[in-house]
């Protein structure tokens, strides 16, 4: 079992729908959690960054880690054109002396 | 402005031959990252360093390696030992105990 999973889609929606992507994780010892968007044939930028369980609001995206379910969420509103690109899941044990672990990444399409 | 500078955008080699990708930050970060992204397979992290003349081997370091001479500077050599190193290169950097990585915009390297 791979240490995160993320379904790499690709998810197609229409203008103006909510998103859910998600990921899910076997290592207990996970507790900052992050989501990053990627462009087409560009670098990833971090979008939400959480620590253990919750919920974080950022305009128009929500990040939910439930921990007791090893599962965590990213909710886009009202979804736009812009919004398509490949989100990327990524965790961590420590907040030092360790490297992220990333999801493959969910390749999003937002229709106008 | 600050950020992570990746060159040359695309690289051609061919096989057999050593190549060296550049990664430079002026960001101050302490710690620099190198992953290898492919279709379907996410990123996965090949090295990583936290401080200069120090770096630690990720999950698929064989047929790479590295130098941190410079705090600015984590360049990255596929050798003729990796078995298929066409793929796209990310460098990324971060403060020591922060976990928001700052990612380049990458280098597409192939190998024929």
């Known amino acids: 079992q791979k240490e995160v999973e993320q379904d790499p889609g690709p998810l197609s929606v229409p203008e103006g729908a909510i998103v859910s992507l998600n990921c899910t994780y076997s290592n207990s010892a996970f507790q900052y959690f992050m989501w990053y968007r990627q462009y087409s044939r560009k670098g990833p930028e971090l979008l939400m960054y959480t620590y253990s369980s919750g919920n974080k609001e950022d305009g128009r995206f929500t990040a939910q880690v439930d921990k007791s379910s090893k599962y965590i969420s990213l909710f886009i509103r009202d979804s736009q054109p812009s919004d398509s690109a490949t989100y990327l899941c990524a965790m961590s044990a420590h907040q030092a002396g360790t490297a992220l672990i990333f999801g493959k990444g969910t390749t999003l399409s937002v229709s106008s | 402005d600050g950020g992570i500078t990746q060159s040359p955008k695309y690289l051609f080699r061919k096989e057999g031959q050593n190549v060296t990708l550049s990664c430079e930050q002026n960001l101050n970060h302490d710690a620099m990252y190198w992953y290898r992204q492919d279709p379907g397979q996410g990123l996965r992290l090949i090295y990583y360093?936290?401080?200069?003349?120090?770096?630690q081997k990720g999950d698929i370091a064989e047929g790479y390696s590295v130098s941190r001479e410079k705090k600015e500077s984590f360049p990255l050599t596929v050798t003729s030992a990796q078995k298929n190193p066409t793929a796209f290169y990310l460098c990324a950097s971060s403060i020591v105990g922060g976990l928001g990585y700052t990612f380049g915009s990458g280098t597409r390297l192939t190998v024929v």
């Open positions: 360093s936290q401080i200069v003349n120090d770096f």
